[in-house]
């Protein structure tokens, strides 16, 4: 339970031609160095914890300026190679916010257009619709685009303040994995239950009234437990204290439900 420590997330190598559309569009975009920030020596990706505005790897003196073309570049492609990717690689979807946030402030930047920004919207609300389809066809990819949509409802702002037409299709994405049949899949509750803890907050600012009829329903997910497992239960019961305490985890609770999720 919980975010990994690590400073940095290890993923599987994209395959070459994805590697050279990325590459182009980061270059395009003078992001080129952004790349460093996703590629280690033996050619795998990794994504930095740190935000894209402090990394050294940003500075100005370490860019090439040559070659930067926006236009040149199909940001609408890139746009669904970073989706597709996320449904597959859970890891990947965690962090997947952070690349896209830095190619959409970028465009803006240096061409002034959103195209990168439309096509990842236009993709997102395809896949929010087929949602059903998704999650039966694969738990693993509905788990993953529940995540990423949750981690680009998080980057992505307008005028400082989160994306409200993500507002609802985030909670829809939430009730669903707080269903009975979802809550019998520990899959579907870690993630409910991560994703809770990052965006919850934010959620019941923008809405909430709705974030109180979720949460009725992890209550009773909670008090009629039947076909939960234990470590379901615990997840369920440490996010409804976690929502209590105001979103914050007190140094007792967190002693309590990690010892016991590692137990």
Same mark, same amino acid.
């Given at each position: !339970? $919980?975010?990994? =420590?690590? &400073?940095e997330y290890k993923i599987q =190598? +994209?395959?070459? &031609? @994805?590697?050279? *559309? *990325?590459? @182009?569009a980061l270059k395009a975009l003078s992001l080129e160095c952004t790349a460093a920030c996703f590629e280690t020596e033996d050619g795998e990706y990794s994504v930095c914890q740190r935000s894209y505005s402090n990394c050294p790897c940003l500075m100005p003196s370490r860019c090439n300026t040559q070659d930067r073309n926006p236009g040149a570049v199909d940001l609408d492609r890139v746009a669904n190679v970073i989706v597709d990717h996320s449904l597959q690689d859970c890891v990947f979807s965690k962090e997947a916010g952070r690349m896209c946030y830095a190619i959409i402030q970028a465009e803006s930047k240096q061409a002034g257009q959103s195209v990168f920004r439309r096509g990842l919207l236009n993709r997102l609300q395809q896949e929010y619709q087929a949602r059903e389809q998704l999650r039966a066809r694969s738990l693993q990819g509905w788990v993953c685009y529940v995540t990423f949509i949750c981690n680009i409802f998080d980057y992505l702002r307008v005028n400082n303040m989160? %994306? %409200?037409? *993500?507002?609802?299709p985030v909670y829809d994405c939430l009730f669903r994995l707080a269903q009975p049949d979802s809550l019998s899949k520990e899959e579907e509750v870690d993630?409910?239950?991560?994703?809770?803890?990052?965006?919850? &907050?934010?959620? &019941?600012? %923008?809405?909430?009234?709705? !974030?109180?009829? /979720?949460?009725?329903?992890?209550?009773d997910? +909670?008090? *009629?437990? @039947? $076909? /939960? =497992?234990?470590?379901?239960?615990l997840l369920l019961l440490e996010i409804i204290e976690f929502r209590a305490a105001g979103w914050k985890m007190t140094p007792a609770a967190h002693k309590y439900y990690y010892s016991e999720v590692s137990d």
């Open positions: !339970m $919980g975010e990994p =420590s690590r &400073e =190598s +994209f395959d070459a &031609e @994805t590697q050279q *559309l *990325l590459k @182009t989160p %994306m %409200m037409a *993500l507002v609802n993630c409910l239950v991560l994703q809770l803890h990052r965006v919850g &907050e934010q959620l &019941e600012k %923008m809405n909430g009234q709705r !974030m109180d009829e /979720l949460f009725v329903l992890i209550r997910g +909670f008090l *009629l437990p @039947t $076909g /939960l =497992s234990s470590l379901a239960q």
